[in-house]
């Protein structure tokens, strides 16, 4: 067999595994339409949650402008937070570790089985980890990190086989990127800035950023769900809002 012949061979292998494997996930994270609607619904909020806590200046008196909220099976919000890494003098106390810390010492749980989290960006590293160590349901989050994310997927990655490699983290997180239309704009507005002696925090204050955001929270607002079983779950999450 020539050379040319094996390589198309396994051209063709990879193109079939990779299809398999795409389809796989998707199917392992197939959500029924009610919950697609509740998945827009709470990354809605996330983002109207930040921004009615906006913080105008990269450096500021409490943290990036970034949140997350914690939902449970019944669609009862049970914890919220926003980056607090300037305020509480802490480079660990990101959204999602003021959301679940938060949650942990409210209820003296150890553990976040049966929960989502929503958060308006793709998680870092550590609280990727600590999320999965904490047994997180599902992770729906916002605006993908281009430069540090996958945390998630690199806690699933098998390099056992390497000399000194690992295997997988044994728990797993249900991962779901939302696609609303702002986190759209988001990623878009991502790639054409410029980030030339700047950071994430930067890119998070920007006026263009900061409309996103205001757009948001004005949908969160009129945001009218078509499933029945989805109108209580929305009037008590905008209650929950109105005390924040």
Not at 116 to 135: P, V
Request: some cysteine; hydrophobic content about 40%; aromatic content about 12%.
């Amino acid at each position: 067999m020539n050379t040319k012949l094996k390589l198309l061979i396994l051209s063709f292998l990879i193109l079939i595994n990779s299809s398999i494997l795409a389809q796989e996930i998707k199917e392992e994270n197939q959500i029924s339409p009610e919950q697609e609607e509740l998945d827009q619904f709470f990354m809605l909020m996330s983002m109207a949650m930040t921004y009615k806590f906006w913080q105008k200046e990269a450096i500021n008196k409490r943290g990036a402008n970034i949140g997350a909220i914690l939902v449970d099976e019944n669609g009862k919000i049970v914890s919220h937070g926003l980056d607090s890494e300037f305020v509480l003098g802490n480079r660990t106390k990101h959204a999602e570790m003021v959301t679940i810390e938060s949650y942990f010492i409210r209820t003296q749980k150890n553990n976040l089985e049966k929960l989502t989290l929503y958060s308006t960006i793709e998680s870092c590293a550590m609280c990727a980890g600590a999320l999965t160590f904490k047994k997180l349901e599902r992770d729906v989050y916002g605006q993908k990190d281009s430069i540090f994310g996958n945390a998630f997927q690199r806690l699933q990655y098998n390099s056992s086989e390497d000399e000194n490699g690992f295997q997988p983290y044994p728990d797993k997180v249900e991962l779901m990127h939302s696609e609303i239309s702002e986190i759209k704009e988001l990623e878009k507005l991502h790639e054409e800035f410029d980030w030339e002696n700047k950071a994430l925090r930067d890119f998070l204050v920007s006026k263009p950023v900061e409309a996103v955001f205001e757009k948001a929270y004005e949908k969160f607002f009129i945001f009218n769900p078509i499933y029945p079983e989805n109108k209580e779950i929305i009037e008590n999450a905008r209650k929950y809002f109105q005390q924040l």
